[in-house]
């Protein structure tokens, strides 16, 4: 194995041509750069010199030695380049896979504080629901997952991910402007058992079946999807109403409709995931940071 330290002295004896100037240039004392040379030849296994006189001359293999050498202090001194920049946030590149209205709210918040103090990191988007997120956090295809659960829905995640709570997002009930209730500041869910109502994603759609069973009614869902905007849109035409996410509504607000709290209140609770020895990657601790301050400013609203 070749010590890149007796690689760069080596180099430097070629340049200038002698131990004794190699010395000078380097520092070093003239045995040092003597035993380093003589360390070297051990570990190639033939010598790099022949004296010529008072000066030296490369043997074939230390001619060949050579040409490697300077490539591959080069790619070294790349190579620390590159990690040196890593290390100081100068660069780096994370993938996050989140859910839908995190990709429109939480994440692009998070990227903009970055850009400010390290423009440097580079932020690659996926989107997926959990559980699906987390699986494909294990398979390695993204660094940070975000992900949500309900009061009596958790899922179990491997003992290798870390669960980073970011904030409870209050879930509200969809009307359509000209609705009774709309006047109401908050709605109690049990008035709302004879609605026809619209679905969401398949977690929300079991934490809905749950918090309405505990208010004694099942109500009469009569569409789903998984597109918010069109959620909005069958509410708007009086399609049925909709149980929504706050974060949902913070970016997309039909003029016709209008969101109000529940009674009793549920809330869904979002959280980061993240594989345990990542966390020590200074990229990913940076973005996961930047999540917890703008999910912190949003807890509750």
């Not at 989107?127 to 398979?139: A, C, F, G, T, W």
């Not at 020895?277 to 999540?291: G, S």
Request: overall charge neutral.
């Amino acid at each position: 194995m070749l010590d890149s330290r007796h690689l760069a002295t080596f180099h430097e004896v070629v340049r200038v041509g002698s131990y004794s100037a190699a010395a000078r240039s380097l520092g070093y004392t003239q045995p040092a750069i003597t035993q380093q040379m003589k360390a070297l030849e051990r570990a190639v296994g033939v010598p790099l010199f022949t004296r010529v006189g008072r000066g030296l001359r490369l043997t074939e293999a230390g001619e060949a030695l050579s040409r490697h050498a300077e490539v591959i202090l080069g790619d070294l001194a790349a190579a620390q380049k590159q990690l040196g920049a890593l290390a100081g946030l100068r660069s780096g590149r994370v993938r996050v896979c989140a859910f839908p209205s995190a990709n429109a709210t939480l994440v692009p918040e998070a990227i903009a504080r970055l850009l400010v103090d390290h423009p440097g990191i580079r932020v690659e988007l996926l989107e997926d629901e959990p559980p699906e997120s987390v699986h494909r956090l294990l398979r390695g295809d993204c660094d940070i997952a975000l992900g949500f659960g309900y009061p009596g829905l958790r899922t179990e995640v491997p003992d290798e991910v870390v669960e980073v709570p970011l904030m409870e997002d209050l879930l509200t009930v969809l009307l359509p402007v000209g609705h009774p209730l709309a006047r109401r500041h908050a709605v109690p869910l049990r008035e709302l058992a004879g609605e026809r109502w619209i679905a969401g994603c398949p977690r929300c759609r079991a934490n809905f079946l749950h918090v309405c069973a505990e208010e004694n009614f099942t109500p009469d869902i009569v569409f789903t999807t998984d597109d918010n905007l069109a959620v909005q849109s069958l509410v708007t035409v009086g399609a049925g109403i909709a149980l929504m996410p706050a974060l949902v509504l913070s970016f997309l607000s039909h003029a016709k409709v209008t969101g109000r709290a529940v009674e009793p209140h549920v809330r869904r609770r979002v959280c980061a995931q993240v594989l345990r020895e990542h966390l020590r990657i200074p990229a990913t601790a940076l973005v996961l940071d930047a999540l917890k301050e703008v999910a912190a400013a949003r807890d509750g609203c």
